[in-house]
């Protein structure tokens, strides 16, 4: 009886998926993908680096992200109980599991993000998937050179880790925040402590100044600039110039492969049984 064999490997890949399930998976990867004016990004969890670069994975994920694109779910949630695009008898989460009981290793679609534009999307994959980014201009001219404008914008995003696209975004609490902690570094010291307070005020927004300027994309020096000086802002300025056009980064997300999860240290022998006890 097919149906019957179906049910029992199904439930056995629940019980195998449930048994990994407390596993950490901290390694994985981000995949991206741009479709006519949309584009969405994913990062999808394994336990090992040796996993992550399995093609069973790799195809998995790249399927995943697909999906993902053409998608309505909201949140990850609705993602997961939505059918399945390879399989619509199954849910996205019933393809997750049977992909756990066949790799062996706890996986875990961990964040996803969609972006849907009426100027450019672009994305940027570094690492082999360590990193993966989206990048949103607004404009009026969509050609090759604006593309590569955008491309080398992520990339920049990627290398240089901004937290935000322009200073407008960095909320009055965050900076408060950073007051505090620059203002207790300076009375910490017993040389600045000494200073009037005129000049500690002078030494805090130099020092928040140069902070916004660090993670704020736009502010950031460019890292092809050939005079070593020249903004985000200023180079995108240039290329709009130079193409006639009017050009906006609107927004950018950034993936890191296990960013912020708790990693887990093993030899590659105790890896290796593992996988053969699996």
Same mark, same amino acid.
């Not at 593309?147 to 009055?172: C, F, G, H, R, W």
């Given at each position: 009886?097919? %149906?019957?064999?179906?049910?029992? /490997?199904?439930?056995?890949?629940?019980?195998?998926?449930?048994?990994?399930?407390?596993?950490?998976?901290?390694?994985?990867?981000?995949?991206?993908?741009?479709?006519?004016?949309?584009?969405?990004?994913?990062?999808?969890?394994?336990?090992?680096?040796?996993?992550?670069?399995?093609?069973?994975?790799?195809?998995?994920?790249?399927?995943?992200?697909?999906?993902?694109?053409?998608?309505? !779910?909201? %949140?990850?949630?609705?993602?997961?109980?939505?059918?399945?695009? !390879?399989?619509?008898?199954?849910?996205?989460?019933?393809? /997750?599991?049977?992909?756990?009981?066949?790799?062996?290793?706890?996986?875990?679609?961990?964040?996803?993000?969609?972006?849907?534009? %009426?100027?450019?999307?672009?994305? =940027?994959?570094?690492?082999?998937?360590?990193?993966?980014?989206?990048?949103?201009?607004?404009?009026?001219?969509?050609?090759?050179?604006?593309?590569?404008?955008?491309?080398?914008?992520?990339?920049?995003?990627?290398?240089?880790?901004?937290? =935000?696209?322009?200073?407008?975004?960095?909320?009055?609490?965050?900076?408060?925040?950073?007051?505090?902690?620059?203002?207790?570094?300076?009375?910490?010291?017993?040389?600045?402590?000494?200073?009037?307070?005129?000049?500690?005020?002078?030494?805090?927004?130099?020092?928040?100044?140069?902070?916004?300027?660090?993670?704020?994309?736009?502010?950031?020096? =460019?890292?092809?600039?050939?005079?070593?000086?020249?903004?985000?802002?200023?180079?995108?300025?240039?290329?709009?110039?130079?193409?006639?056009?009017?050009?906006?980064?609107?927004?950018?997300?950034?993936?890191?492969?296990?960013?912020? /999860?708790?990693?887990?240290?093993?030899?590659?022998?105790?890896?290796?049984?593992?996988?053969?006890?699996?």
């Amino acid at each position: 009886d097919m %149906d019957a064999a179906v049910e029992f /490997l199904r439930k056995n890949g629940q019980a195998k998926a449930e048994k990994k399930a407390g596993r950490i998976a901290a390694e994985g990867i981000v995949k991206t993908v741009v479709k006519d004016n949309k584009a969405a990004i994913v990062e999808v969890n394994s336990e090992t680096d040796f996993v992550a670069k399995n093609d069973e994975f790799q195809g998995f994920v790249e399927t995943v992200v697909n999906q993902i694109v053409d998608s309505e !779910a909201a %949140d990850m949630d609705a993602f997961m109980a939505e059918a399945w695009a !390879a399989d619509t008898t199954k849910t996205v989460k019933d393809a /997750l599991v049977e992909k756990i009981a066949v790799i062996g290793e706890n996986l875990n679609i961990r964040r996803f993000e969609k972006v849907v534009t %009426d100027g450019c999307v672009v994305s =940027y994959i570094h690492g082999g998937g360590r990193i993966g980014v989206l990048v949103e201009a607004e404009t009026d001219v969509v050609n090759d050179a604006v593309k590569e404008m955008a491309k080398n914008v992520a990339m920049q995003i990627a290398a240089l880790k901004p937290q =935000y696209t322009s200073d407008k975004e960095v909320s009055a609490d965050y900076i408060e925040h950073e007051k505090e902690i620059l203002m207790a570094q300076i009375q910490n010291d017993p040389k600045e402590s000494q200073k009037p307070a005129k000049v500690i005020e002078g030494m805090i927004t130099g020092r928040i100044k140069k902070e916004l300027k660090e993670i704020c994309l736009l502010d950031q020096t =460019y890292v092809k600039a050939e005079d070593g000086k020249q903004s985000v802002a200023k180079y995108v300025e240039q290329v709009a110039k130079e193409n006639g056009a009017k050009i906006q980064i609107k927004g950018f997300v950034r993936y890191e492969t296990g960013d912020g /999860l708790e990693k887990k240290e093993e030899n590659f022998a105790e890896e290796v049984a593992k996988q053969m006890n699996a």
